[in-house]
């Protein structure tokens, strides 16, 4: 076997030689038309000759349609980014309310405890972590949340996260 012969061993590698995805590689690979792995590219180009074409995904780049079809572009895997951002936000919106939200602020800075506020509310600590994720990108720029009224950190702010010292 020559140079120029390498051997392809994973799906995605073999679907760029072909010009395919890697999920019409593994389709390939389930319906017998090709072994498993190792590949040489010219058994690749054979079978991606012969086998029996497929429409491809319709929609546009830059959509998650196109991403779910296995578009691993920038603009596809953006769109998904966005999407699941999206979905994390109005999750946590329905988990905590802007009503309770800001009642849970007006009580933190009128000095009362975190954990009396939380059990006056009908809060758990769990749902206001999971609002206050969303604080890194998703809740408007310069809104306080539950965390800021917290203790101050430990870390040093010059160090890393998960630094104490």
């Not at 072909?18 to 389930?30: E, L, N, S």
């Not at 009362?112 to 009908?122: A, F, I, K, M």
Request: net charge positive.
């Amino acid at each position: 076997m020559s140079a120029a012969e390498e051997l392809i061993t994973s799906a995605r590698r073999a679907a760029a030689v072909c010009g395919v995805t890697r999920f019409a590689v593994r389709a390939w690979i389930d319906r017998g038309l090709l072994p498993e792995p190792p590949w040489t590219a010219h058994q690749l180009r054979q079978i991606s000759d012969t086998a029996e074409s497929r429409p491809g995904p319709q929609a546009q780049h830059g959509t998650r349609a196109r991403w779910s079809h296995g578009c691993d572009c920038v603009q596809c895997r953006q769109a998904q980014n966005d999407t699941g951002r999206a979905y994390g936000r109005a999750r946590a919106q329905r988990r905590l309310p802007v009503e309770v939200r800001q009642q849970l602020l007006d009580a933190i800075y009128a000095g009362q405890p975190l954990r009396t506020t939380l059990r006056d509310l009908g809060l758990t600590p769990n749902q206001v972590w999971g609002f206050d994720q969303i604080r890194r990108g998703v809740v408007e720029p310069g809104a306080p949340t539950a965390a800021d009224a917290q203790e101050p950190r430990l870390r040093a702010p010059h160090r890393p996260v998960g630094c104490l010292a």
